[in-house]
């Protein structure tokens, strides 16, 4: 990026309990200038005093939040509007409101919509406020079952390079038993295919063992999807770049995700890998059995 090319600008917001500290400090380690509780209605003036004291190239987050007040409502006339030409991200954090209330109540601080009531209150009303900037997000990550050093990977995986311009595919593998990913923006279900957990020699193995990747890839109908799906995901894939969003979620399931789930998941990331996209197969409930 030269001296003139404006520099990337996250806006990084979502519930309360989220992890949008986290997401900051990490955004800060990756050499973004971080301002944390910006009413949206300073969003320029801010990017403006960066680009004359550290220049233009400097890369910019900013965490906006529920604690703007009335203030937030302005946000997505300001995203609309665009920033000074630089290239805008939303990131949206969720997770689930017994997460979110189990966070807070550790950290033992009231929801800022709590309003004298239960904190479950404060969170159904944030979620309101929220709803259309989380449909609009660029990126949602869901922080349920993350701890902090995988949300810090999410985040470095997102924005730790500067080539912006590519779409990035995370290809997820996991287990039914155990939950489906809800910030997937495609999931498909592995189980229509006979479960290696059967045959004795298998059982112990992964999807990432060549014997059991190729009894998995090697049943009948495991070719035919892949051979269809992922043209499907590349077409979709376009799309998302001519509409500016450059992350995509594939999340593919079997019974436990030890092994169908985890052959297609790494079969998927290498055949878009080959077509020029960065994907990365990333497996979530590999070990937990």
């Known amino acids: 990026m030269s001296e003139s090319t404006p520099g990337q600008l996250v806006v ?5 309990g989220a992890g ?16 944390d509780n910006l009413p949206p209605s300073l969003l320029p003036d801010v990017v403006r005093l960066v680009d004359e004291t550290h220049g233009p190239a400097q890369r910019v987050a900013v965490v906006v939040d529920v604690r703007s007040g009335s203030f937030f409502q302005g946000l997505r006339s300001a995203l609309a509007h665009g920033v000074a030409g630089r ?18 109540e550790a950290a033992r601080r009231p929801h800022p919509l ?8 404060g969170l159904h009303r944030e979620r309101v406020v929220l709803g259309d900037l989380r449909s609009e997000a660029d990126l949602v990550i869901d922080t349920s079952n993350l701890n902090v050093h995988q949300l810090t990977d999410r ?15 995370s290809v997820i593998s996991f287990g039914f038993k155990y939950g489906i990913p809800v910030d997937a923006d495609f999931l498909a279900d592995m189980r229509f295919l006979p479960n290696p957990h059967w045959i004795p020699e298998l059982r112990p193995r992964t999807g990432q063992d ?11 109908g495991a070719a035919e999807f892949v051979d269809a799906y992922v043209p499907l995901l590349t077409g979709v894939a376009e799309g998302y770049l001519r509409e500016g969003k450059r992350f995509m979620r594939v999340a593919i399931g079997c019974t436990g995700g030890k092994h169908r789930s985890v052959a297609m998941t790494e079969e998927i990331a290498r055949r878009l890998s080959e077509q020029g996209y960065v994907a990365r197969a990333i497996h979530r409930d590999l070990g937990r059995e």
């Open 87 to 104: 290239d805008t991200t939303l990131v949206f954090l969720d997770a689930g409101d017994e997460v979110l209330v189990r966070r807070q």
């Open 210 to 220: 060549p014997e059991v990747s190729a009894y998995v890839l090697g049943r009948e």
């Open 114 to 121: 709590q309003e004298g009531g239960r904190l479950l209150d």
């Open 20 to 35: 949008r500290s986290t997401a900051a400090k990490e955004l800060e380690d990756l050499g973004f200038y971080v301002v």
């Open 155 to 169: 985040i470095a995986e997102a924005f730790g390079t500067a080539d912006a311009t590519r779409l990035r595919v």
């Open 12 to 16: 990084v917001t979502g519930m309360t």
